[in-house]
């Protein structure tokens, strides 16, 4: 029996951020209404629980968790997206937004390689395409750069942008998000 009061539309695999309970997660939208989306879990949640949901760089949309099957969960949203906001989200079309793929905010030690110098540093947000990074001294933007972060294989990266001991940076390769998210989980003090 359908439990819907709308139609909802697929949607090919779009990361989301899942804040709820002072935990924040990784989450993969599979479908989306006006009224409530579909996500596949990298963490738990619990039926119930208000949660924020942020896909790529849109403002974070409020619900509730109303079931869990498996990894999958149905969240209801507090208030009815309108229909550009529902079109926005499910095709990524804001030009002017810079991301995709959200950031969870998240503190572990590292150790930067760059052009036969090795910096340490602290990550300050993570997600499957890249990070950013707080170093000791200020880090030269024209070289690639190898990343050592802790039960990862060392991460070849690309310096996106710099702004004096603060460094972006893209993934040569993008990890996938059920490491990341695994990773997130066991390893690091996750920042809400």
Request: with cysteine.
């Amino acid at each position: 029996m359908e439990r819907r009061s709308t139609k909802r539309q697929t949607m090919v695999l779009r990361v989301g951020i899942l804040e709820h309970d002072g935990r924040t997660s990784f989450c993969i939208v599979k479908n989306i209404s006006s009224h409530g989306v579909q996500v596949k879990l990298f963490g738990r949640l619990v039926p119930g629980s208000d949660v924020r949901l942020q896909i790529g760089d849109e403002d974070s949309l409020v619900g509730r968790a109303v079931w869990l099957r498996d990894q999958l969960a149905g969240i209801a949203f507090a208030s009815a997206l309108d229909a550009t906001t529902l079109l926005r989200v499910t095709q990524n079309l804001a030009a002017t937004k810079r991301r995709s793929t959200p950031r969870v905010n998240a503190s572990a030690r590292l150790l930067l390689r760059t052009g036969g110098k090795t910096y340490s540093g602290e990550l300050r947000d993570i997600s499957a395409s890249g990070a950013r990074i707080r170093t000791t001294k200020p880090v030269s933007s024209d070289h690639s750069i190898t990343l050592d972060l802790p039960d990862l294989p060392p991460l070849k990266a690309y310096v996106r942008w710099t702004d004096e001991t603060e460094v972006g940076v893209v993934f040569e390769t993008p990890i996938p998000i059920q490491i990341v998210a695994e990773w997130l989980d066991g390893r690091v003090l996750v920042a809400g």
